[in-house]
């Protein structure tokens, strides 16, 4: 995934790459007939003991399926070649036929379709080969490996070229993702830097001896010295974790042929790159909301070759001292040493890096799809407002799935926005934790779709996208009074009816809502309501304190639309008005059209004059914008049109005795058959939406009396905001099943709607 710059407050498009399908679409491609550029490589390298020198020709270039974000991995095949090397008293050639190199570089910028290959340091690196050229002696290898790396630095712009003859397969997000998973738990690299430090559990001394006695060199040389606390870095995405170690004091390279000394500077360090594993763990940890029936992982540092036989470490980039790197020599003995040494020794970095409780039973039955029964792990880097990798930005994530839902296209890829968008909405938001948004409208929407008392569970379906419950078949909305105060029935077509997320807004839309509304005119009415949610914490009118409750609020911009037919339109113009106007003072103010004084309803005719338009095919629309309506006749919604909806929805919420039956076929049919006024459904219906919210993300428990529902709907009629449940238990159960080593907690701080649901705060002990 390609990182851009974020600016603050605004975040910009996420590009994220698929590199396995890629390299399955040139796979049966002859690169080499791609390449307009000579395969010929010479490399040569001078150094007081030896000189050595590599050339030939390259065979393919091949881009693996290992990538990761913006880091692909090419496998680079020779197709014939020979290594010289020499020293004063001996020659000898090895013939380097059918060997490999993998390179690891980094893409930094794409301008239409044309990717660009970092210049900068580190971003070029070597992380296998097959140069296996001495058995009993790593070094010849060693050797042809930096006159490798050397080269393709040197001529890194025919990687670019032939990286420019593929198809990239690549998608850009502007919302935020979690690619696939269900959740993402998130921190920086500052915090997991904070807890290597605090738990001290790495490597802090290191001693390893490197003989070379052959006929071409001669060395014995012992590097030993101490670490400074190991450090996640930045330069790596994915499952590819980069670590800086700095050398400590008094750490050195001795000769121990000429007992010479090489002293490492004080800004000496060794820049790594490992993978991360989930292993099975006796149990340490609890989660307070479950059961304790969980089998914990921890995660922690792979300590063996992956599946690609690619080493547990690969070294990135070493510096010593001045002295090391101006001997070409022995920088690349100080370089095999460390190699050596970090992957003999990896294991006794016992860094956990986070626990996990898989298939933990939750105490809350509403709370089981939280749990987590799959765990990954990924890392992305991030930058700060000057353009410059940020440790405080960068994001280090843990991944997971529950109820055993599968990721069709599991990846260790994870969106470096994440932790910039909580701290865009308070600067002190440290951590985020998001749920994927179908996953959300799945366990959110359509448990509260039943509250909304539209129609029964089997009426409805989810749409393909995951984002929207509708209605399946046409369905009754139920009895209304009509321009002659009779009783009509109401209908809504086939997926005309919708509840769920878009533009990061819950929306109810209701479209083509009609019912005969005198002889011969068919009202048909579009009423679509938006709503943002806000996490509020605060004083309420008891003057109660209360906190972190997690409100849908009505954005104000609700649309009402009617549909007539020209011929209607023209027959019945003052008619028309009137009931558009008698519809919007309903739904809007709480009055009806007829109880307005004549000023007032003259305000509302014209202005539904105003917005009437031609629409073609013999149509005329009215929208209405009820904001916009309610301002220009100067009223508001009346306390006592709140209390009569209030009244409705509690008249219908007891028509059952428990919540699990609040949408029974029985309960429904009450409802529909209920005598009331369009305007009264639809209030009731908008008003019902926020307490079927909260209630499902709150508490949800079915077998409860429906007393809760209405007890919720007064204490917001009333501003009792301190007696509305908070999500801190939805909360805990999001998080208690995972924890960080240093034991801290997630304290919420904000949440809201973007691509996923994004809660943002900070880990405190």
Same mark, same amino acid.
């Given at each position: 995934?390609?990182?851009?710059?974020?600016?603050?407050?605004?975040?910009?498009?996420?590009?994220?790459?698929?590199?396995?399908?890629?390299?399955?679409?040139?796979?049966?491609?002859? @690169?080499?007939?791609?390449?307009?550029?000579?395969?010929?490589?010479?490399?040569?390298?001078?150094?007081?003991?030896?000189?050595?020198?590599?050339?030939?020709? +390259?065979?393919? +270039?091949?881009?693996?399926?290992?990538?990761?974000?913006?880091?692909? /991995?090419?496998?680079?095949?020779?197709?014939?070649?020979?290594?010289?090397?020499?020293?004063?008293?001996?020659?000898?050639?090895?013939? %380097?036929?059918?060997?490999?190199?993998?390179?690891?570089?980094?893409?930094?910028?794409?301008?239409?379709?044309?990717?660009?290959?970092?210049?900068?340091?580190?971003?070029?690196?070597?992380?296998?080969?097959? $140069? !296996? %050229?001495?058995?009993e002696n790593s070094m010849l290898s060693s050797v042809v490996n930096h006159l490798f790396?050397?080269?393709?630095?040197?001529?890194?712009?025919?990687?670019?070229?032939?990286?420019?003859?593929? &198809?990239?397969?690549?998608?850009?997000?502007?919302?935020?993702?979690?690619?696939?998973?269900?959740?993402?738990?998130?921190?920086?690299?500052?915090?997991?830097?904070?807890? /290597?430090?605090?738990?001290?559990?790495?490597?802090?001394?290191?001693?390893?001896? !490197?003989?070379?006695?052959?006929?071409?060199?001669?060395?014995?040389?012992?590097?030993?010295? &101490?670490?400074?606390?190991?450090?996640?870095?930045?330069?790596?995405?994915?499952?590819?974790?980069?670590?800086?170690?700095?050398?400590?004091?008094?750490?050195?390279?001795?000769?121990?042929?000429?007992?010479?000394?090489?002293? $490492?500077?004080?800004?000496?360090?060794?820049?790594?790159?490992?993978?991360?594993?989930?292993?099975?763990?006796?149990?340490?940890?609890?989660?307070?909301?479950?059961?304790?029936?969980?089998?914990?992982?921890?995660?922690?540092?792979?300590?063996?070759?992956?599946?690609?036989?690619?080493?547990?470490?690969?070294?990135?980039?070493?510096?010593?001292?001045?002295?090391?790197?101006?001997?070409? @020599?022995?920088?690349?003995?100080?370089?095999?040493?460390?190699?050596?040494?970090?992957?003999?020794?990896?294991?006794?970095?016992?860094?956990?890096?986070?626990?996990?409780?898989?298939?933990?039973?939750?105490?809350?039955?509403?709370?089981? +799809?939280?749990?987590?029964?799959?765990?990954?792990? #990924?890392?992305?880097?991030?930058?700060?407002?000057?353009?410059?990798?940020?440790?405080?930005? =960068?994001?280090?994530?843990?991944?997971?799935?529950?109820?055993?839902?599968?990721?069709?296209?599991?990846?260790?890829?994870?969106?470096?926005?994440?932790?910039?968008?909580?701290?865009?909405?308070?600067?002190?938001?440290?951590?985020?934790?998001?749920?994927?948004?179908?996953?959300?409208?799945?366990?959110?929407?359509?448990?509260?779709?039943?509250?909304?008392?539209?129609?029964?569970?089997?009426?409805?379906?989810?749409?393909?996208?995951?984002?929207?419950?509708?209605?399946?078949?046409?369905?009754?909305?139920?009895?209304?009074?009509n321009a002659l105060d009779t009783l009509v029935p109401s209908h809504i077509d086939s997926?005309? $009816?919708?509840?769920? /997320?878009?533009?990061?807004?819950?929306?109810?839309? /209701?479209?083509?809502?009609?019912?005969?509304?005198?002889?011969?005119?068919?009202?048909?009415?579009?009423?679509?309501?938006?709503?943002?949610?806000?996490?509020? =914490? #605060?004083?309420?009118?008891?003057?109660?304190?209360?906190?972190?409750?997690?409100?849908?609020?009505?954005?104000?911009?609700?649309?009402?639309?009617?549909?007539?037919?020209?011929?209607?339109?023209?027959?019945? &113009?003052?008619?028309? &008005?009137?009931?558009?106007?008698?519809?919007?003072?309903?739904?809007?103010?709480? $009055?009806?059209?007829?109880?307005?004084?004549?000023?007032?309803?003259?305000?509302?005719?014209?202005?539904?004059?105003?917005?009437?338009?031609?629409?073609?095919?013999?149509?005329?629309?009215?929208?209405?914008?009820?904001?916009?309506? %309610?301002?220009?006749?100067?009223?508001?919604?009346?306390?006592?049109?709140?209390?009569?909806?209030?009244?409705?929805?509690?008249?219908?919420?007891?028509?059952?005795?428990?919540?699990?039956?609040?949408?029974?076929?029985?309960?429904?049919?009450?409802?529909?058959?209920?005598?009331?006024?369009?305007?009264?459904?639809?209030?009731?219906?908008?008003?019902?939406?926020?307490?079927?919210?909260?209630?499902? #993300?709150?508490?949800?428990?079915?077998?409860?009396?429906?007393?809760?529902?209405?007890?919720?709907?007064?204490?917001?009629?009333?501003?009792?905001? =301190?007696?509305?449940?908070?999500?801190?238990?939805?909360?805990?159960?999001?998080?208690?099943?995972?924890?960080?080593?240093?034991?801290?907690?997630?304290?919420?701080?904000?949440?809201?709607?973007?691509?996923?649901?994004?809660?943002?705060?900070?880990?405190?002990?």
């Open positions: 995934m390609r990182r851009i710059y974020m600016k603050k407050k605004q975040l910009d498009s996420l590009r994220i790459y698929d590199w396995v399908q890629t390299a399955k679409d040139i796979k049966n491609q002859d @690169s080499k007939l791609l390449r307009n550029f000579s395969t010929v490589f010479h490399q040569e390298m001078k150094a007081p003991s030896m000189d050595a020198k590599v050339t030939g020709n +390259w065979g393919n +270039w091949e881009l693996t399926d290992e990538g990761s974000g913006q880091y692909p /991995i090419f496998k680079c095949y020779i197709e014939n070649g020979t290594f010289e090397v020499g020293t004063d008293h001996k020659k000898a050639t090895y013939d %380097l036929q059918h060997t490999w190199i993998k390179v690891c570089l980094k893409i930094e910028d794409i301008q239409k379709e044309t990717y660009v290959i970092s210049e900068k340091e580190d971003t070029l690196y070597s992380i296998n080969h097959s $140069f !296996l %050229l001495d058995q790396v050397t080269w393709l630095k040197e001529h890194r712009e025919l990687l670019q070229q032939q990286l420019n003859t593929y &198809t990239i397969h690549s998608r850009t997000s502007d919302d935020l993702s979690l690619l696939g998973w269900d959740t993402n738990y998130v921190t920086s690299f500052s915090h997991v830097n904070q807890m /290597i430090q605090q738990q001290n559990l790495y490597p802090s001394t290191f001693e390893h001896e !490197l003989i070379v006695d052959d006929d071409f060199t001669s060395a014995h040389l012992i590097a030993k010295g &101490t670490f400074q606390p190991w450090e996640i870095t930045t330069g790596a995405d994915g499952q590819n974790v980069n670590f800086i170690c700095k050398f400590g004091e008094n750490s050195a390279i001795t000769n121990q042929k000429n007992n010479k000394i090489y002293k $490492f500077n004080s800004n000496a360090y060794v820049k790594i790159q490992l993978k991360l594993q989930y292993l099975d763990s006796s149990k340490t940890i609890e989660d307070p909301t479950g059961e304790g029936n969980g089998q914990q992982v921890n995660l922690m540092v792979k300590t063996d070759n992956d599946n690609n036989g690619n080493a547990p470490v690969i070294l990135i980039s070493l510096f010593l001292s001045e002295e090391i790197e101006k001997n070409r @020599s022995l920088k690349v003995f100080s370089e095999t040493i460390f190699k050596e040494w970090f992957n003999k020794n990896i294991e006794k970095f016992e860094q956990i890096f986070s626990s996990f409780l898989l298939h933990e039973t939750a105490k809350g039955e509403n709370f089981q +799809w939280l749990k987590p029964t799959t765990a990954y792990y #990924g890392v992305a880097e991030a930058k700060d407002e000057n353009g410059e990798p940020s440790l405080d930005n =960068s994001v280090f994530a843990v991944m997971t799935m529950v109820e055993k839902r599968e990721n069709k296209n599991p990846t260790h890829g994870v969106d470096n926005r994440l932790l910039q968008a909580v701290k865009n909405e308070k600067d002190t938001n440290d951590s985020a934790l998001g749920i994927d948004m179908p996953l959300f409208v799945e366990k959110w929407l359509v448990q509260g779709l039943n509250i909304l008392q539209v129609g029964t569970p089997d009426e409805f379906e989810k749409t393909s996208n995951g984002l929207f419950i509708q209605n399946k078949e046409k369905i009754e909305f139920g009895k209304i009074y997926k005309k $009816f919708k509840l769920g /997320i878009t533009n990061n807004q819950l929306v109810l839309d /209701i479209e083509d809502l009609t019912w005969e509304h005198t002889p011969g005119i068919i009202g048909h009415v579009d009423y679509k309501q938006y709503y943002n949610l806000n996490l509020k =914490s #605060g004083v309420d009118k008891l003057g109660k304190e209360y906190k972190n409750v997690l409100i849908p609020e009505e954005d104000g911009n609700a649309t009402l639309t009617f549909t007539y037919t020209e011929t209607e339109y023209y027959k019945w &113009t003052k008619l028309i &008005t009137e009931i558009a106007a008698g519809i919007v003072c309903s739904i809007g103010a709480g $009055f009806a059209f007829g109880a307005l004084a004549p000023r007032l309803k003259n305000i509302a005719t014209t202005f539904m004059k105003d917005v009437a338009k031609k629409m073609g095919n013999g149509l005329m629309k009215i929208v209405v914008p009820m904001k916009k309506f %309610l301002e220009r006749m100067g009223i508001k919604f009346s306390r006592q049109a709140a209390e009569e909806i209030e009244m409705q929805l509690i008249t219908n919420m007891q028509r059952s005795p428990s919540i699990s039956s609040i949408a029974s076929s029985a309960v429904i049919n009450g409802v529909r058959q209920a005598p009331r006024t369009i305007g009264s459904r639809i209030g009731e219906l908008s008003k019902k939406v926020s307490v079927a919210f909260l209630y499902t #993300g709150t508490i949800g428990l079915a077998g409860v009396a429906p007393t809760v529902l209405w007890e919720i709907s007064e204490y917001l009629l009333k501003g009792h905001i =301190s007696k509305v449940p908070s999500i801190n238990e939805f909360l805990a159960n999001c998080v208690g099943a995972v924890k960080w080593p240093d034991n801290s907690e997630f304290q919420v701080e904000t949440a809201k709607l973007q691509g996923i649901y994004l809660m943002g705060g900070q880990l405190n002990k």
